[in-house]
């Protein structure tokens, strides 16, 4: 079987350097082009030492060019920042090679609302009817159909996935959602900057962004495409010391206050039943980040309080895995026409 | 001035350790007698290397016998499990000495609620009457007065703290209150255990004892004070992998969801302004747990929310010297007759 | 093709977690038997949650039999006490069953070495010749030929693979070699103990077992063959505030001094060219343990100082795959008929 | 007692942030001036948000000025990079002001070693000969007569004092001495940069600028005059997982290798035993960072090993106090006619 040719654009943050590494095991796909100024003319394994004899390793980092991307690649991956991404996705699909953003640029379905929290103007408008927002869970079908993939947001893949059940099954009110998420630093990116060096990190705790994080319109507007109306709700990241993962503890109130942790478990399991990558955690555990690093997995725990009438929704994540780079990669397996988990499906947690 | 001389049964937990650490530049006041059952015979110093050459690591570890501590001491801090505390505390009263009691054995006014929620008998009920809570913000004046301190529990005095103002100046919906805290693993206490080995905490993050954490009645039994109605809140305590400090995130909805963040910051900044140790951050700054790192600080940053009519309020404080053993020195001072911050007032925070 | 049934005695460890993670992705073995007298009744993949849905989660954990072993498995992992081991093992090859014992009951060829360093009698010296020393560098084409192997120690494989070009060669003198070595805290195994809780190692860095720890006669005895006469030597290691890993810095005198980086670099790459796991960095580089992490590669950096005529080598692994539960399936592999790297090969490092 | 006006240039790195936490608690010196070209304007308080309502918060940043500091300040402290504390020294001294400079500039004797390892051209070598290396316990009486302090650098102030009982007593051989340090994080400084975020430095261990690390000649300097001779050794840094702390551990080959440990620890007790900052450690016991977090203690292990001969000296220091900014202030101190610990006396280690 011929090998998927696949490029990668902004090889020099943490979602590409994660990609380069799912790529290196990946038994259909293979890094055919990595891209970065900054970085031209090295061989990949000399830039990220812990690649080097794995397949991708000798590529040798160039300038980012969509004629030669269409020479070399059927997908390419951009890990570049929002507002840069939207034009370079325009020229690749125009010169007929697939695409998987990791930007927000095509998230958001309404480019009104894109401009109010990105502050950036939507200079590809046309495209965003044939984006797909590339949650697997939801939009398999879609992913498979289309070229150009709108990869979530970490945070927003987390939430959405946690409060998926109970919304398709009403068990919750919609006007009282509150979600406090803390990730690993990698969520920051591996740009230089004083609040994210190791010692304004480590041993310390604090919150960011608060009350306007940019991934709150996102996990918006497919919470209420869940819900059938529109949901506004309350979303606060922090930073944990730690490199990767992602807990939402997300606080909403029980429709009917007398349901049961029983009640709300079966619901939840049989949701989930058939997933690859959900697991719905026994009654009384609670998920922990490092159960799922490295990996696909969303691991969902669940509190029911008598005493408040809440129902809290614990859900854990990899950010640079489930969040970035191993969902971009289920998305690229879709719409390649290759099984949604390959390169995916030995990913055992590094615990 | 003659010193004040201190005994501190349960010198192995780092409460304990903490408090060591404070007598050990305490102008007015020395550590005389240390109690531990599987350490006695040791040095302090030998216990503690931190310790050695500094005043406190000469004392020879006992065993803890109420009339030696009444031959040795003014005042004893119980830094021990509750349940144990209670008998010590009686014995300890008895012969005159004065207790500051770390345990929650007399935090609860009502001792049903302690026997519900902590599933040990009250044995020392007379005593609770007498028992001040000892934050010294709401209740300095009756430390004064009496000669048993239930020192607050970590958790409680960084939401009580942060809550404060709010309810004073009635600003919140009191039927729609969420707290969630993360605590550095010191928390946990100082007990051989696999759960908070370093590999199981390092690189990773969880919840842990919901819905049910023992500090919920504590915070409701002071919120409801403030209140001056019954609050029933949701409590939700987080481990984070660093070794002090604790955030408390507080999700809160304003009375008036037109209330400006303007507002919220002059009233927090009006009600706190001659505290000493408790600090509201500018508008738009955030606590950071490092900020307070060793000190009695209590750092309080305020979010408004317009879209959802929230108040979120931050509160960071270090577990161990505010949360334990810093507390428990300004309330044994306040009993003692010396200022309240005497042998914390040169503790600048150790960021 | 059928697949080869693997049991693990001894689940609760680090190494036995790491043994799990690893059979959930092998083609071509599959776990078959989990053994902990503490566990057992448990299914995996309840004790490691991280496990829940692959391969071996569904294996309940069993009280260790020989018999039973022999019924289910072609092969067992021994992840158990020296001194524990050698009667298991001794039982097992009574049985027909094929052993990888991660512990020092085979290590040491010579018994009395054995008896002097850990305290404890050799019950089976009668198989001590038929023993393996698995470091499969060295020994792959006896362990192909074998039924019992001696999984190397975390730091000797780091120390040994480090040491061999330059033994080999003859480039370095023999009386002079000092060994600073630092670990990752799950090298100190994972039982409930105070000195590793979180508490007690994050944020801080300390020596330990100096000069007497138990891998020093393990790396003397095999540098000592490659030299062709007996080494004694310098061995120190020091906890590192992380995980996973190990840097050992290798300090030695260059026999010729007047030797250039140059030289030295140039047999070590010719000495590993064709090796699949050793990785010579280019010259001025250094290894990182994150760089090998979760994975089989030694990387080592070499650093030549003509003001002082030393040749320092740093080598880097992670302890629990190439150190401890990779090797071991390593060393299965060549056993049981399957290519050494079979279940390894994809295994690029989580950096 | 009029206080002692104190100026720092050079505010947002760690040894200067390190520096203000210590002027607050400081009885009789105080910050009367704040420097720093890129945050001019702000108050103190501001910028360091841990510092906020203690002494110097109030302080506005500003612009340096040797003149405005003359005017402002008795006694100035230089944390700016080497090569431009030259001339701010030279015209601190002009203008009658005392000077602590942290940087290397006056810490060589020879000018030519110092351009040979910095490579940058001194400009003030007239200024050398008052320059009195201030590592107290060697020089405490120059200190306190001259009006220059070349600040120790945070490795020599370990090593230096590890070694010095040794070379005093001729203990070791001196052509056979290896150091491998290890250091937390903030050695590396506060500057925005990559390798030193914090998920480049989280779960992993390097070394890092070997052979030439700009410490060596520093070291060697001293290590000369104490042992009264030349002496070439080999210094090896390493980057720990941890914000502050250094452990040096230093092998050296004992001249009578019939030493006992308890003869070697007899002559390092002795030789310290008045010594108010520098432990040695018990027989047995070595020393760990955290047990001299936030002090000026140096804590000292010790190792003989008859195998081998050696005698392995391990030397921990709190890398921002003991090894810059606390040792600056017992400089100032001394400059200033204040008893030495003058504001370091109750610095219990924050363990």
Known sequence: MKKINAGLVGITGYAGMELARLLAGHPHMRLSMACSRAEAGKRLGQF??????LPGSDVVISVFDPKEAARLCDVVFLAVP???AMDMAYDLLQA???VVDFSADFRLRDSATYEEWYKIDHKQQALLPQAVYGLPELYAQDAARTSLIANPGCYP???ILGLYAALKHRLILLDDIVVDAKSGTSGAGRKASVPTLFCEVSDTFRAYGLPRHRHTPEIEQEVSLLAGQPVCLSFNPHLVPMNRGILSTI???LANPAMTL???HDIFSHTWKDSQWVRILPQGALPETRFVRGSMFCDIGLVVDPRTGRLTILSAIDNLCRGAAGQALANANL???LPMQSGLEHLAPLA
């Not at 990220?48 to 004899?53: A, V």
């Open 157 to 159: 893949s987390s939430v």
């Open 262 to 264: 029983e009640e709300v």
């Open 48 to 53: 990220y030492p812990f690649l080097e004899s």
């Open 335 to 337: 719409m390649c026409g």
């Open 251 to 253: 606080y909403t109130r």
């Open 96 to 98: 007929g090679v697939k």
């Open 82 to 84: 929002a507002g840069t």
